[in-house]
């Protein structure tokens, strides 16, 4: 054996043997942080994990949201319409209602009576991100472009910040969580089998409001707002709760509009069991929430307070007396409802509503049998190319099939040690590598072919062949790398997993064709002095 | 063993066959698309719901239909999936009006309730329904091996691998059909049995997946499709434009490589299959592959022409295309077998995956001899011709007869 065979050998053994420590220590890290139990993860479990596998083999749930992020701009909206009426009242201004010509403007009636300097100094105080134009005895407030932008680039943060709290509260194995775009939000799941939990979990606005209840609960609305000339009085709201049995209408009630507290008062939430049966949710308020719940329960003893969840009243329980720090919601939840009610109280509101815009859920059973097909048309697809590889090219055929057998093996030690996610298309991918990686043996051994039959001697035609192939095999991978990495762009989740695999599979292709193979012929044939024919 | 020992076949004598067989291909294509029955957009693109269940019994079609109709989803339609012994059924809902209804979640409903009908307790759990998470929840709460008072064990990781193997076990046999197969669960004690026979009971289907695509989503796939596919031809345009530095060259590639997507995506219309991001993967990689092999065709060329021999560039290209001749039947060949594999064993998702590359394939080898090689023969001849103004440049209107125009152009003899 040459010495430069002898590197070149050594060269190749490091080099797989790497790619493979590499697989099984990835197989190892992966099994360790999925592992339940009790218990080590063997050998076996290690060589299954070396490589992440996509949602769509692995089973779980890929969703894209969208924030109505309008929701948000709403709800700044009337704060600072309620604001100022508040702040007006203070210095003893006189406004009329406000009305809501838009989603980002509001507007107020001025009476003569306004003292319209000293109404400017409050808003140039309170109200510096909205701008002010008067119209027909009205002020039209707007909100300006800038402070508009942030608000609805926050919330989208905030969206994310908060499904990634009740995400990791739920306990799902590696989430993913991002921001798409402008207000769209990517969340994967995989593992999960119960789709309609989870989506609720993540939807749920979770906006709790607790305040005193005034008025109801009826079933009759006009009858509830009679004593005001059906109009809802400027500090109350109507708000429904549920619809009772037998009953077509829901039950409203007549609550003040300022919450007693919020979900932002909460310091914790759990769900309970109580004792008459039935399943209810105990929260437990923070010190500043805690010093407001008692004073007004305080006050407000016989009275009943609404808890209202997504505005709509859940309960509105009497109160009995002066409550300090916790209460407890019931309705009638089952033990998962109030679990994830718990759960999305802790893990705070939604700045805004969400909608799904794309859902694919994978179900285990169907990933299961996915990997079963693709990896038997894969044997089945390599087994025929070994055969037709063999058949046509001897020895050299075998040769060719030992340098697919290690592009194969090194792929799969590639993609573990890129963190590259296996995906259906990605089998198809890497058994498609194995069926283009033939395609510079191919080329190789016809070149060689060709010089014997031009008169070479057995040695120089070898390597006129590989470097005469050269050239070409490079063109053939850079033709197929580019059309792939402009697949991984366009791709989703699938789709990239193809891309990825057939981008590693043709790189590792180039080392295995032309460097393993040159390699084999040389420790076959190097050591022989003459050489009387190629099998090929 | 030798297929093609030094064969010397004239190819390019046959290319205006070739590019009337060309045209025709395409004709028939376009006339699928535009004419006959138009691209069948998957979900990806069009927008919808397509949901696959796994029945515990022989699914009635009728009566799904019937159940689905009633649930005032708009159209929907229902076809067997994959082996019909597997009891699967796909069913598709269109595009709602508005975005975010879960479509998905009222389907499954609808099913449940038609199939089941009011004798089942609501209060039970459905085995073929309920993920581990819920099932471990439950078992927790009911506790039947009496664990929580135990030391050594924490109740919720106790039931919490209970309930994965459960589940791992439905996901292993398909579905649960009867409540009997529950006294066959793995590793697990003889209470937890009788708890699952009197709290849960096999529900009539399994889901193996769904998927919801709004109409924004599918617009944006629909356009980033597009955009892919146009992206990677100029990418090919540009590589070989820089490769070769010869604009024929570059032409015949390219117009080789619109050939082949325009008559994969005809003739994926003519069968009727679906356009969907898998498929758009396949033309993807089909771009790659069909310059490829031109790309070879190419190489050999350029090397032939380096040699300062008198020969006509139809010469040139007739001997680069036998040279490499068996190198393109063998690669070809050995793909083909991997994607027929594919066809054929790969399933239902890698099903029209497997049938595009396989068109593909074909066209593609083909389309590197007759349109990428034929092209560049006759660019040159073309302006072979102008230049010595032996005969006023002819347009090659009626591309249908073959012979004049092919055997004899021996005028663009040097270079």
């Known amino acids: 054996m040459s010495k430069r065979v002898r590197w070149r050998l050594l060269l190749i053994v490091l080099v797989v043997a790497g790619m493979i420590a590499g697989y099984v220590a990835m197989g190892y890290a992966n099994a360790r942080r999925e592992w339940i139990g009790s218990g080590k993860p063997t050998l076996t479990d290690a060589l299954k994990k070396g490589v992440r596998l996509g949602l769509d083999l692995r089973g779980g749930i890929h969703l894209v949201l969208q924030v109505n992020t309008i929701d948000a701009v709403k709800a700044e909206r009337d704060d600072a319409a309620e604001q100022l009426q508040t702040q007006a009242r203070e210095q003893g201004l006189t406004l009329g209602p406000a009305e809501y010509p838009s989603e980002r403007s509001f507007a107020i009636a001025v009476t003569p009576a306004t003292d319209e300097r000293k109404l400017d100094e409050t808003v140039k105080r309170y109200l510096p991100d909205w701008a002010v134009a008067t119209a027909g005895g009205k002020w039209v407030f707007t909100l300006k472009d800038l402070p508009l932008r942030q608000m609805e680039d926050n919330s989208v943060s905030q969206a994310v910040e908060t499904i990634r709290n009740r995400i990791d509260e739920f306990g799902v194995a590696e989430p993913l969580i991002a921001r798409q775009g402008k207000d769209r939000i990517l969340v994967q799941l995989p593992g999960i089998d119960d789709p309609k939990r989870v989506k609720d979990l993540i939807k749920s606005t979770a906006f709790l409001e607790l305040k005193l209840v005034t008025g109801g609960p009826s079933t009759d609305r006009a009858g509830l707002l009679a004593p005001t000339a059906g109009q809802v009085p400027p500090n109350l709201e109507l708000v429904e709760g549920a619809v009772a049995a037998g009953q077509r209408e829901p039950t409203y009630y007549l609550v003040q509009k300022t919450a007693v507290i919020t979900g932002r008062d909460l310091k914790n939430a759990r769900p309970t069991q109580r004792q008459l049966g039935g399943n209810a949710v105990s929260f437990f308020l923070n010190a500043a929430g805690a010093e407001k719940f008692a004073k007004t329960t305080g006050e407000n003893v016989g009275k009943q307070l609404a808890i209202i969840l997504d505005h709509r009243v859940k309960s509105a329980p009497t109160i009995n007396e002066r409550i300090h720090d916790q209460g407890e919601i019931s309705g009638s939840f089952t033990p998962e409802e109030a679990n994830d009610l718990a759960l999305v109280l802790r893990a705070g509101a939604l700045p805004a509503g969400l909608t799904y815009l794309e859902e694919r859920t994978v179900g285990p059973s169907l990933g299961l049998d996915s990997i079963k097909k693709g990896v038997t048309a894969s044997i089945a697809g390599a087994l025929f190319v070994f055969g037709a590889v063999v058949f046509y090219y001897r020895l050299s055929g075998l040769n060719a099939v030992l340098a697919l057998i290690l592009n194969a093996v090194m792929l799969l030690g590639a993609m573990a040690l890129f963190g590259a996610t296996l995906t259906l298309p990605g089998i198809a991918g890497f058994i498609l590598t194995i069926g283009m990686a033939v395609d510079s043996n191919v080329l190789i051994f016809e070149r060689i072919r060709e010089e014997l039959r031009a008169g070479r001697a057995p040695k120089t035609a070898i390597d006129n062949g590989f470097s005469k192939a050269f050239a070409t095999i490079i063109d053939t991978h850079l033709t197929v790398i580019i059309s792939a990495i402009f697949l991984f762009q366009f791709g989703t989740g699938p789709v990239k997993g193809f891309a990825v695999t057939l981008i590693l599979g043709l790189l590792i292709s180039v080392f295995t064709a032309v460097f393993v193979s040159h390699t084999i012929f040389e420790l076959v044939y190097g050591r022989r002095q003459h050489i009387d024919a190629l099998s090929i | ?415």
């Open chain 2, 1 to 415: 063993m030798e297929l093609f020992r030094q064969t010397n076949i004239n190819f390019l004598k046959y290319k205006w066959l070739a590019i009337g067989a060309s045209w025709l291909l395409i004709a028939v294509g376009l006339f699928a698309i535009f004419v006959q029955k138009g691209l069948k957009f998957g979900i990806d693109f069009a927008g919808g719901t397509q949901i696959a269940v796994r029945f515990a019994q022989r699914p009635d079609l009728d009566h799904i239909r019937k159940i689905l109709d009633s649930a005032n989803l708009g159209d929907t339609g229902i076809q067997r999936y994959e082996e019909p012994e597997k009891n699967e059924v796909l069913i598709r809902v269109q595009q709602q009006r508005q975005e975010g209804r879960d479509v998905s979640h009222d389907v499954q409903n609808a099913l449940r309730a038609g199939l089941l009908g009011p004798a089942e307790d609501a209060s039970k759990l459905d085995l073929n329904r309920e993920g581990r998470d819920t099932l471990a929840a439950r078992l927790v709460a009911a506790d039947p091996d009496h664990v929580s008072g135990r030391p050594d064990v924490t109740p919720a990781d106790y039931y919490g691998r209970i309930a994965e193997r459960i589940i791992a076990h439905r996901s292993e046999t398909g579905i649960f059909r009867s409540a009997a197969e529950f006294d066959r669960l793995p590793e697990t004690s003889g209470p937890v049995r009788e708890w699952l026979k009197a709290n849960s009971y096999p529900g009539p289907f399994v889901l193996l997946s769904a998927e919801n695509v709004g109409p924004q989503v599918g617009a944006d796939l629909r356009k980033k499709a597009v955009l892919a596919v146009f992206w990677s031809i100029a990418g090919m345009l540009a590589y070989i434009a820089i490769r070769f530095r010869s604009l024929p060259f570059g032409v015949g590639a390219v117009v080789a490589l619109i050939h082949d997507t325009l008559i994969t995506v005809g003739l994926l219309a003519l069968f009727g299959r679906e356009f969907n991001l898998v498929v758009v993967a396949a033309l993807l990689t089909l771009v790659g592959y069909s310059v490829n092999d031109t790309v070879v065709v190419y190489d050999r060329v350029r090397e032939n022409q380096r040699t300062p021999k008198k020969e006509s560039l139809e010469s040139v290209i007739n001997r680069s295309i036998n040279q490499t001749l068996s190198r393109t039947v063998l690669t070809s060949g050995a793909t083909m077998l991997v994607v027929v594999a594919l066809f054929f064993l790969g399933g239902e998702v890698l099903n029209t995956f497997a049938l595009t590359l396989m068109i593909g394939i074909i066209v593609g080898t083909y389309s590197s001899i007759y349109v990428a090689s034929a092209i560049v023969v006759i660019w040159k001849d073309l302006r072979g011709r102008r230049k010595l103004q032996v005969v006023p440049a002819p347009k090659p209107a009626a591309p249908v007869s073959p012979s004049p125009a092919s055997g004899k152009k021996k005028k663009s003899g040097r270079r």
